[in-house]
């Protein structure tokens, strides 16, 4: 069984899917885990690659000797739609490696502000899960917060400047 803290979280190594976890998930779980979890790395691996200074520097050499061979034969017809055809590729796979990551980002730091939220004395379990929900009840919490902190701030006079009413 997975270990809790004393505050009823999951302890490191505890977590679901983790191989170490004896909860009862099978071995195609796992196999699925980890076949996920290598490609994840790699389109990491990917995106870290596209954004570095060696692949700026990669790509300006293409470019360049794409058109010294490019003038040295002609912009023919049938080179221009190799070239159309291997940059709307690469763009159309490097979108969804870049949405990947990015969302994998997301996720990450969405868990550690729900680890800090629930470690608050007071926090609300529906703000806490908000991320889960509909649309709907995403905006049903936003207008229930704007609410609430409408009724804290302290009410001014009308004609005064930054001074504050008595009720």
């Not at 196999?31 to 995106?47: C, D, F, K, P, T």
């Amino acid at each position: 069984m997975a270990t809790t803290t004393g505050q009823g979280r999951r302890s490191r190594g505890a977590a679901l899917g983790d191989p170490r976890n004896d909860d009862g998930e099978g071995a195609a779980a796992s196999e699925q885990a980890s076949w996920h979890g290598r490609l994840s790395a790699a389109a990491r691996a990917v995106v870290d690659f596209a954004g570095s200074a060696a692949a700026a520097v990669l790509a300006a050499v293409l470019v360049a000797a794409w058109l010294v061979v490019a003038v040295v034969e002609g912009f023919t017809q049938a080179w221009l739609n190799v070239l159309f055809g291997v940059t709307g590729a690469v763009t159309f796979v490097m979108v969804f490696f870049i949405q990947h990551v990015s969302a994998r980002e997301l996720r990450a730091v969405m868990l550690k502000l729900d680890e800090l939220v629930q470690a608050t004395d007071g926090a609300d379990d529906d703000v806490v899960h908000a991320g889960h929900g509909s649309l709907d009840e995403q905006e049903r919490i936003e207008e229930r917060q704007r609410r609430a902190r409408r009724a804290a701030e302290p009410r001014r006079h009308p004609l005064s400047r930054g001074s504050t009413a008595s009720p």
